[in-house]
């Protein structure tokens, strides 16, 4: 067959070449797959599809583009010839896949597709990287002629999000795989309707995955003021209990004022309750306690009133943001309300437990810190705690026992060391 002045092998001839070919056209990529698997590491999942270019769609685009490889190899190579899709949730991901596959392969070529198109126009957007088979893949069959791969083998990578697969897969039904594409402008605007729609969608996803992310990098910031707050007020009692002379800042057990927030301007529109947890526990990390307790009292208060769910996270940041300022009746007021509010919440049994057993109330410590391993037990500090203060109320085997249990989790550090000792001394006592 003769098409502008290239000759197409014939179709049998091709079909032959194909077949020849396939087995290690899919061990490639097959192994090209794995590659891309093993370095891609997203906060998210991805998802991935892979696949040999079927002979009939081939031979379609083979005469169609009649490619530069055409009569030096008996299968003339397409850049898609195999591919690999990667579906990510977020447009934050495409990115940082892009940047991971630059840095692990040899690229050849990126295009991003319908990146040229206007807000009327439709058609699904992509990013393409063609990159180059790996060596240690290309290798596999030494010098069998038997699998060799065809000359110029590239692997074409297809990265979008799910809705932009959504809208590709749709599109290309409707419009690709059609005889007759939409002419009329009413439904060409109704399938640029559609796409900017998904479009729009896929930012509104991205905003709350960055709001998300925002109000994490907060609780985490708060959280930690919160533990180090805890562990210099059980340490102090430790020594006190051991006659040990405590550092003096840490006797004094003053206010701890966070360390900042995390960006000192808010990204988002307020008017939500979403928007006033973030702006109270943004205000906690800055330091403006009163402004934060504020806050969580207007959600509290606010009518509607929220489910019991939001009331509990509520009631337990204020406590917290008491505990800040040493306000223990207060945090442990509000605790209490949180499990009261959700049974489940099993940081603010876990709190309750602090607070007893910052008190002197060591049996009820033991009780809230076992209700919250009851609801969680893959929480190595709260072991920790709990064998602390068996060791309080001289309950030697429990508090070994329980050190034991936090050791498999993981926690190593110097205040488990210092109780492994005081456990281990009174262990020598007992023989």
């Given amino acids: 067959m003769q098409i502008k002045d290239k000759q197409i092998p014939p179709k049998e001839d091709l079909l032959a070449a194909y077949e020849k070919s396939r087995p290690v056209l899919q061990a490639v990529l097959y192994g090209v797959l794995n590659t891309v698997k093993a370095v891609i590491k997203l906060g998210s999942t991805p998802s991935y599809k892979s696949r040999v270019k079927s002979f009939e769609s081939y031979y379609e685009k083979l005469i169609r583009i009649q490619p530069e490889s055409l009569g030096r190899q008996p299968l003339p190579v397409l850049t898609d010839l195999i591919g690999i899709r990667i579906i990510c949730a977020f447009l934050e991901d495409l990115a940082q896949v892009q940047k991971t596959i630059c840095e692990n392969f040899e690229v050849v070529e990126i295009e991003r597709k319908g990146s040229e198109r206007t807000f009327s126009e439709f058609g699904y957007e992509s990013l393409h990287i063609l990159i180059k088979i790996p060596e240690k893949i290309a290798d596999m069959g030494g010098k069998d002629e038997r699998i060799q791969l065809p000359e ?85 009692q430790l020594n006190e209990r051991l006659n040990v002379n405590a550092d003096a800042s840490q006797k004094a057990v003053k206010p701890i004022q966070p360390t900042g927030s995390i960006n000192s301007e808010m990204p988002y529109v307020r008017g939500t309750i979403d928007d006033m947890i973030l702006d109270a526990i943004h205000a906690h990390n800055s330091g403006d306690l009163d402004k934060a307790e504020d806050i969580y009292t207007m959600i509290i208060n606010a009518e509607p009133q929220p489910n019991n769910i939001v009331l509990s996270v509520i009631y337990k940041h204020r406590g917290m943001a008491y505990f800040a300022q040493n306000k223990f009746e207060e945090a442990l007021s509000d605790f209490m309300e949180s499990v009261k509010k959700d049974d489940t919440n099993f940081r603010s049994f876990y709190y309750i437990g602090i607070v007893y057993g910052l008190q002197g109330d060591n049996e009820g410590a033991i009780e809230y810190f076992t209700k919250s391993l009851e609801r969680n037990e893959y929480q190595s500090h709260v072991l920790y705690r709990r064998a602390l203060t068996h060791y309080y109320m001289c309950n030697y085997e429990a508090a070994a026992e329980d050190m034991v249990k936090a050791h498999k989790l993981g926690l190593d550090n110097e205040d488990t060391q210092k109780l492994e000792k005081l456990l281990s001394a009174q262990k020598e006592m007992k023989f």
């Fill in 152 to 236: 110029g083998l590239v692997c074409e990578l297809q990265i979008r999000t799910i809705l932009q697969d959504a809208w590709a897969e749709v599109e290309h039904e409707l419009v690709y795989k059609s005889e007759f594409s939409p002419f009329d402008k009413p439904l060409r605007r109704k399938l640029a309707s559609v796409n900017a729609s998904l479009s729009l969608a896929d930012i509104i996803f991205q905003e709350i995955r960055d709001y998300q992310n925002k109000l994490n990098q907060e609780l985490d910031a708060r959280r930690a003021t919160f533990y180090e707050k805890a562990d210099v007020l059980v340490r102090n």
